[in-house]
Structures are given as C-alpha cells and as structure tokens.
C-alpha cells in the first residue's frame, strides 16, 4: 500500500505509461508525415486544462515540426465573441468554418471524456467533429475514459489507459503532455532540435 498520495499518483503514472498503445501513436506519426507532404494544416481543440496543452502543442508541431499548426483558443477574443453570439457549443465548429477548413487538414482533439451529446459535456467538440466528418477532414485525438465521440467517428485517437475513477482528468490531461511530446521528438516529424538539446550537440563535439 503507497504511504503517500504521491507515491500512488506517480506508481498509476508508470502503470499508464506502459499500457499506451504505441501502435496507435506510431500510426499517429505516419498520419501527420502524411498531412506535411500534403500541405495540410493541424487544428487543435479542447477545453479547460486541455485547451492550455492545445495552445503549448501549436507551439511544438510549428517550430520543431514545421508542421502549420493552429488552435482556436489561441485567440480569446473571438473565442468569447462567438460564445456570446451564436453560442457554446459552435465556438470550434464556426471557427473552423471561418478558417476554411478542408480536406487536406486535420483535426486534433485533446479531451478527457472525448465528448458528448448524451452527457451534454464538451459538446463544442461534438459539432466541430461532425463539421470534419462532412468536410472529410481526418480526426486525431488523445482521449480518457472510453473517448467519447472523437475516439466513436476518430481515424486515430491514442486512449490514455486510466484505470482510477478518481484519477482520469489529472491522468489523462497530464498524458497529452506525454504523448505529444513522444509525437514531436519522433525522429519522422522533428526538424529542428530544441535549444537545451543543441547546447549538449555542441558539449559533446
């Protein structure tokens, strides 16, 4: 029995990190060196903690991948305007709309539930989806519990293996962090090195 509460969060963290299905996140790599050879961008959506990881992993698919990467809620602004305008739960979908999506793009979801109609919860990320699904863009997604409805109508959508009740937003939100980064450093998506990673390049010439 763990005599901590850290001791117990990071013993589920390693457990999880052994049950991640790699096949699925090198699938996810072959679908995002297919996206640069098409010219194709990445758009980002979440909500709450996955949303701050939607605005870092931009970031990281821009300047190590040079993969054209962007996320609605990037932009507050319009983010609340169209809330206030035309509603909740077509903030991503309209936005998408007005960024001309296509079927050279990609969708990517970070989510803990995935989204769901039933449940109403994250249900922006339902209608947006479904924009996707008519437009024929492909969907991505790292997803907890059973993934909701990206991981239902998702072409690759990794599951984070959570297995505590009690666990699944701190779990799954702290392992799209993980998981992205696994993505960004594979050796057939990164073109450029990090900084620190340089200066150790140059330590050991």
Not at 15 to 44: C, P
Not at 46 to 68: L, W
Not at 138 to 165: A, L, M, Q
Request: hydrophobic share 35%.
């Amino acid at each position: 029995m763990e005599k901590s509460h850290a001791e117990f969060f990071l013993r589920k963290t390693s457990e999880i990190a052994k049950n991640v299905d790699f096949k699925s996140l090198e699938k996810l790599v072959d679908e995002l060196v297919s996206l640069k050879k098409r010219e194709g961008r990445l758009f980002l959506l979440g909500i709450g903690g996955s949303a701050a990881n939607c605005s870092h992993a931009v970031n990281d698919f821009r300047k190590i991948c040079n993969i054209e990467a962007y996320t609605p809620v990037d932009n507050v602004s319009e983010l609340t305007a169209r809330a206030n305008d035309e509603g909740w739960d077509t903030i991503f979908s309209s936005w998408l709309k007005g960024s001309r999506i296509n079927n050279k793009d990609a969708v990517f979801v970070f989510s803990v539930g995935g989204g769901s109609l039933e449940k109403n919860i994250s249900t922006n990320i339902v209608k947006a989806l479904k924009l996707c699904k008519e437009e024929g863009v492909k969907i991505f997604g790292i997803v907890g519990r059973d993934g909701g409805y990206t991981k239902e109508v998702g072409d690759v959508v990794v599951n984070v293996p959570v297995d505590d009740p009690k666990m699944i937003t701190p779990h799954t939100e702290a392992f799209q962090g993980v998981l992205w980064h696994c993505l960004v450093s594979h050796p057939k998506l990164k073109e450029h090195v990090c900084k620190w990673e340089s200066t150790e390049e140059i330590s050991s010439n």
